[in-house]
């Protein structure tokens, strides 16, 4: 023991414009001793969200950019190999945020999540519907979006981790829903399999015309992922108190960081001319209420009411080229990196 | 009876930025006889407000556009002259939006207000601090904005008629208040008179740098009248859960009309990044609670707290190049022509 080698993904340069491998080192280093209460956790599951290009950049945010040199970081599921902590056994599996790296020396107190070895649940879940993702579509949709029966919501990144979730439930609060994604088979999964009311391929149709069409009633809410023109057209078909619950502004993102600024939304006019409400929101702010989302997800899920779909990729060598299958939309469903073997996926297979 | 003549300014084309004398028609028109419930209105006071450039537009609004060749919309104060319903006096002070014309000859359903002979205030109040003007500072600032004690509030076209009763309230509520206007005059006005605790003069200072110094803590609350560039100067100070109540963006409504989009808030981002929350309202929706606000502005003006100012400009004739005072700056206080004699006028000298 503390003579294996850990293998690290370091952010070397922040990108401007596209993440390259080349804005990370490879790094081997010697795993440090545990001091007390300190546990040794081998990553199975490096979770990919698009928020990592922010985290990239060091403009104001909702937390710490990453610091040039350190580990990037990035939500993980591993297991315990080690522990310095009476709480935690070797074998368990835990939750947290420790990063690009195939180890964690880590404290106990870090761990967000100690999950169950025997679930009807892959370990995968918990980086989509049972974790942060579904927390966010749940608290994003509920809480900030507030759809009522009937109304008409509109969801952009719609095929998307998130998306797909804040869709499906606000299906099951009775809206009609209409998802933008950016290719047929996403749009095709989203109406067919999902049960979205309708479906806008952004990359092909005219999403204006498009939304006219599908939205007759207009727009009570838009759950925003995406920002950029979309948006703008969506704001152009709100109606009076349309809500804006705003997740994520994905269009953005790759641009962060430039000089010269991104172009704000052009109907923000509508803001005042609609009484309309937009919020942005962090899932972290409802993390006491995590309880109340999972609850509610693992209902709809067994009831058939709600699906999720994981896009594995092997090997933490990839993530570095992995992250941007969120930014061109190649991937389908919440990305994940698989690290090393996941003890449970005999149990399930 | 009935064979006297009307005077009236008529849209008659609909502007593409600035509004000139010649986008209005001056007609003369004969008064009709009264129908049942009807009552002739000798108007006495106009109000020139920013959102009429909107009204004057065809874009899609918070109300119908007034149509090319109907009278220009507008609030008025007038005096009864003829009465065709028994619950309406000859000589009753009455308030309405009846236009920019001489006399109205309306319904009297149509009458929001009848204005009391014998108050401590002008009749001017009533198209100020006891109008919509005071009751869109209330609701805006208290029920959107929701500024807690000791938070940092800026206001913008804060020498304005509702900007500066927003900011009275701000200091009344225990914030910081921090007012942006666009003159000299007008800085010492709102940080000597209203008490607010500090101004920036647009037109001569670097905003976000002046804004910085002012605001320490940061911006929790922005009374946002304005948009364009000063606004985008607020997001980027705003704090974590800022809100911003958005009451007009007056920066855009020259140019509302305009085939080439404005340009939104560059700074959107920090709506998500700082989960804030960006609020459009309209006064008429709080209508049913305008009592709670006429009472709480009454009291706060009996005990010194709010100080209000009018910028009265004397005939009709002069209302269609007057309205510009409002995009140009030069009003100070709440915008008013005066149509005719004030018969109130004299118990007050």
Redesign the interface.
Known sequence: MGKRVNQQWCLKARPQGQIEESHFEWRRAPIPELRKGGLLVRTIYLSLDPTNRIWMSD????MAPVQVGEVMRGGTIGVVEESNDPKVAVGDLVQGVWGWQEFAVISAGSVRNTLPKNDSFPLTAYMGLLGSIGATAYFGLLDVGKPLKGETLVVTGAAGAVGSIAGQIGKIKGCRVVGIAGSSEKCRWITDELKFDASVNYKTENVLEALKEQCPNGIDVDFENV?GTIF?DILTLIN?NARIA????IS?YTH?DDQK??????????????????????VT?FLSRFPEAFSALRKWHAAGLLKYRVDVVQGLENAATAVNKLFDGSNQGKLIVQVSDDPTSEMLA
Chains 1, 2 share one sequence.
């Open positions: 403009i104001d945010q909702y920002g703008d009076r705003l997740c994520g502004l953005q962060i600024p991104f172009p704000g939304p052009v109907m923000f006019r509508n803001v005042l001319m609609k009484r309309a409400r937009i919020e942005g929101f962090i702010d």
